[in-house]
């Protein structure tokens, strides 16, 4: 009998679908055969010494903390990471911090600096390293150290400070950020040095 083109071409085709997955089986076999051997043993000290690292720290990514002073002010607080402390479990060191001092009906005041230590049990938190206090628009101040008390609501610089205010550039020995229940009033002491700029009109 013979074929015609059709037949030829069905032929083809059915030939074609059974030798196909046969070749296919036949790459992956190979695969097998020939790859190398994994040494699955090699990224377990690595393993191991994460998990140690991670133990040892005992860090915390991200923590943010919320409450209310005596008088009413919410107050927040974010940093980058925290861990306990090594010698007293009521300090916590954080990093990359920051603190909303926001009083119900008046502008909040943002503090922000590198290192600082909260004391759980005094609810003192102390910053330093570029702290920086701010509430906009206008008012912007720098120093070394700073002291925060939760409870009370109230910041306290004790080194040298400079900044911009509404008036004009400022520095002085101590300042003392105090929020009340509607607002918050700041306090200059120990050599104040105002440079006043007048406002055009």
Known sequence: MRLSFDDRYSAFVAWVKTL???????LLSTIFLFSGKVDVTQSLPYA???VAEIIREQRITRPYFTGISDN??????SAAYASP???NADIL?????????????????QITAGVGTLDSSTQIVVISEDVQIAATPDFWLTTDVLIVDLKRG???ADSEFHGVTALGAIKAG????EMTTNDGQIV??????????????
Do not use: C
């Open 20 to 26: 196909l997955p046969i070749a296919a089986l036949g």
């Open 48 to 50: 191991e010494l994460n």
């Open 72 to 77: 009413g002010t919410k107050i927040a607080i």
């Open 85 to 87: 402390g090594a010698q």
């Open 93 to 109: 060191n954080i990093n990359e911090l920051s603190i909303i001092m926001a009083p119900d009906h008046a502008r909040a005041t």
């Open 154 to 156: 109230i910041a306290t």
């Open 174 to 177: 101590k300042m003392v950020v």
């Open 188 to 201: 200059f002491t120990n050599g104040v040095h105002l440079i006043y700029y007048p406002k055009p009109n």
